[in-house]
């Protein structure tokens, strides 16, 4: 079951993003592995651009520990673009 903190947070971020004018936001929370849940949403939906946050694991770690962000980069059938 997906968790109510979750629901809110997303929410919350929903809030924030109509008081600076974005016009349509949509909320969706699932659980899963977050790399193939990411990309299985922008399938499904028809993203044409897909942002996510990057923790900032360093190169090396990165690479051995490999990141969320670094595998829709990866796989994404549309453009990423990663934030720090």
Do not use: F, W
Request: glycine letters at 12%; proline letters at 1%; charged letters at 25%.
């Amino acid at each position: 079951m997906v968790s109510v903190l979750g629901d809110r947070i997303a929410e919350d971020a929903a809030d924030v993003a109509r008081s600076i004018g974005v016009g349509s936001v949509e909320t969706r929370v699932e659980p899963g592995a977050y790399a193939e849940t990411i990309l299985k949403v922008a399938e499904e939906i028809g993203a044409d651009l897909i942002v996510v946050g990057s923790r900032g694991l360093g190169r090396l770690r990165g690479m051995l520990v490999g990141s969320a962000s670094q595998k829709i980069i990866q796989h994404a059938h549309c453009s990423v673009l990663v934030v720090r």
